[in-house]
C-alpha cells in the first residue's frame, strides 16, 4: 500500500500546468468510511456506469462481464424512459413547484412547504432549519425531469448555487425530488414513503450518465469551494475520510485565490477502491490580477452503496489501483488534456505580466 498524491506527479513532465498542479503537491489517499449524505435527496445506486465525456480505456486487465444473447423467439425489451440517459424540462406547473418549494426550504418557510408537498408531517423543522441557516439567496437554479414510476409522476434533479451571509464564493448543490400528481392535476412534492421496489427503481435512474455527471461535478465544485473558505463542515461531507484533510495546506493553497470559473470534467471508471476517476481543468482568479490561471487537477469519486451520494476519495489505495490510474493518466486524452492546460497557462502567463511576476514569485519561493 501507498500514499497517493493530491496533485498527481505523471504531469510534471509538462512545462506549465498552472498553479495548483506545479506548486501544491499534497498528500490525499483514499478510504471507505461513511459520512452524512451530501445532496439533500438521494435514493441509492446499484451500479456505475460509465459517463459522458469517457473516452477509451487504457490497456489495464478488464473485469469479467457476462454475455447475454437472445434467441430469436425473445424480443428486447422495452425500457422504460426513466432508466435511459434523457433529461427534459419539466412541465410549467412541476418548474413552479419545485423552484418555490427550494426558495422556502432555504428561507426557511415552513408553511410554505407544508403548501407543497404531500406529507407536511415528513418535513423536519431543525434539519431545514440547520440547513437553510446564513443562507441569503439562491442562484443559478437549473430544472431536469425524467418520466415517474409506480405512482410518481416525475423525477426532477435540480442543480443551484446558495449564497451566504458570512461566506464567498456561493456553494454550488444537487437535489432530487419526486413528483405526485393529486386531484385537479395538482402537483405535490412527495414526502411520504416509498416501497422498497421503488425506492430500488429511482435508485437505478439515478446512476444514468447525465444524473452522475450532475451530482459528481457539483460535488467538486462544492468542495473546491470549500476549500477556499476553510468550511470545515461542509469539507466533511465532501470527502469519505475528514482524517486526511489538511486544512493548514489549504489556508496556504488558496491564500490568493478569489474564485474558480469555466469548469470541464473527463470522467473515467474506477477500481478497487472507488468508482471514478475524474479529470478536471478549471480557471483560477488570483485577487488583483486580471487573468485567471488555468489549471487542472484529478480526483477520486466514491459512491455510497447504501445511498448512491458520490464523496471525494481520501485514505489509502493498493498498489494495483495505482497502477491502473497511471495507465488512465497515460492515455493519450489525458496527456491531451495536460497538454491543453500547459499551453493555455503559458498563453495566461504572456498575456498578463502581473499573473507572470505572480508566478514566478511562487516558482522562487517553492524552490530549495
Partial sequence: MKF???MSAIYSSALVLGLTFLLYPQAKTTST?????????????????????????PDVSPLPTESVT????EAPQKIHPLFTDTLSDPLPGITELVTSYINSYYKNDLE???SLVTEPSMLSPALIQANSSGVTKVTDLKLYSKPGIDGIFSVVYATYSLSYDNTSPSIPRFSEYYIKRVGNGVFLINTAPLSTETKAALA???TTESVLNMAISTLIRCYNNACLTLDEQRLEQCVTNPDYLNLEYFASRFSYTEYFSDYNFLFYPGINEFDYIVYV????????IDTPAPCMECYYVYLDPAT?????????TSLDTDAYCAAVTQ????????KETNQAMTEALLADDDLKDFYNRLVSASTP
Avoid at 468510511?33 to 480505456?57: M, R, Y
Avoid at 437472445?70 to 423467439?73: F, G, R, V
Avoid at 481543468?281 to 488583483?288: H, M
Fill in 33 to 57: 468510511k461513511e459520512k452524512e449524505p451530501f445532496p439533500t435527496t438521494t435514493p441509492a445506486v446499484t451500479s456505475a456506469p460509465l459517463l459522458s465525456g469517457l473516452t477509451d480505456i
Fill in 331 to 338: 492515455s493519450e486524452p489525458i496527456q491531451a488534456l495536460a
Fill in 4 to 6: 497517493r498524491r493530491y
Fill in 112 to 114: 410554505a412547504l407544508a
Fill in 308 to 316: 448512491g451520494n458520490p464523496y471525494i476519495y481520501l485514505g489509502i
Fill in 281 to 288: 481543468t478549471y480557471k483560477e482568479k488570483i485577487v488583483l
Fill in 70 to 73: 437472445l434467441t430469436p423467439t
Fill in 204 to 206: 437505478q435512474a439515478r
